[in-house]
């Protein structure tokens, strides 16, 4: 059974403290690996996709890793606006379709 | 170019009775997947539909149903509903199936008394 683990739950930063979200995962076939942001009242938001071990994606203060066995997103230098819910989710199997197995999370706070 | 819209996005309904719940996806999106949020379990997959044929189904038991239509317009229907049912309900489009990149629409909170 694919298994997504997010940690920490829950992180407070100060704007301008860099830091970064883990996801470990341990799944058969991994054809890859997405991260989404969440607001409250909101559905999840794509930001990224990495398919192999190696590769990196950014987007303005968001740099998402992949290694075989986890993904770590990190944020430079955040904002307040960058306050929301992490949810790291992988693809897996060649049957798979657009099924994803999702972690619990990282709420981010971060202070002004 | 308009989101995924979900309706209704609020509801009470108490047990025993059943729900239907809409979702309209992004104009030219086929595949659209539901799932199950919930504070212990977090996002669990329903079930994916593309081209009215479902493509896969999660682990949830059969009063969970759902459909596609022509226009890509799904349903999702909960029989018998149970306390635990409660939870905010997504769901999500892509253009195409076998891709990870969904598009969420807000979600439908039911709530079940």
């Known amino acids: 059974e694919d298994q997504v683990t997010q940690s920490p739950e829950a992180l407070r930063l100060q704007e301008g403290e860099s830091s970064s979200l883990n996801c470990s995962y341990t799944?058969?076939?991994?054809?890859?690996l997405f991260w989404y942001r969440q607001d409250p009242g909101k559905g999840p938001e794509f930001l990224f996709t990495?398919?192999?071990a190696g590769e990196e994606k950014e987007k303005e203060r968001l740099k998402a890793t992949l290694t075989k066995k986890e993904s770590f997103l990190h944020i430079t230098a955040p904002k307040p606006e960058d306050s929301a819910t992490y949810l790291c989710?992988?693809?897996?199997?060649?049957?798979?379709?657009?099924?994803?197995?999702f972690g619990e999370g990282t709420q981010l706070t971060v202070n002004p | 170019k308009a989101g995924v819209t979900q309706t209704p996005r609020y509801l009470i309904k108490t047990r025993g009775q059943q729900v239907t719940l809409s979702c309209s996806p992004i104009?030219?999106?086929?595949?659209v997947s539901w799932y199950q949020q919930t504070p212990g379990q977090g996002l669990q997959f329903l079930f994916e539909?593309?081209?009215?044929?479902?493509?896969n189904k999660g682990n949830f038991p059969g009063r969970f149903s759902g459909r596609q239509f022509s226009n890509s317009r799904s349903e999702m229907n909960v029989s018998t509903l149970e306390l635990g049912d409660s939870a905010l309900y997504l769901c999500?489009?892509?253009?195409?199936?076998?891709?990870?990149?969904?598009?969420f629409g807000e979600g439908s909170r039911l709530t079940v008394l």
């Open positions: 990495l398919y192999s």
């Open positions: 799944v058969s076939g991994l054809r890859g």
């Open positions: 104009s030219g999106h086929r595949s």
């Open positions: 539909y593309f081209s009215e044929t479902q493509r």
């Open positions: 989710a992988v693809q897996a199997g060649e049957t798979s379709g657009s099924r994803l197995t």
């Open positions: 999500a489009s892509s253009s195409t199936t076998n891709t990870g990149e969904l598009f």
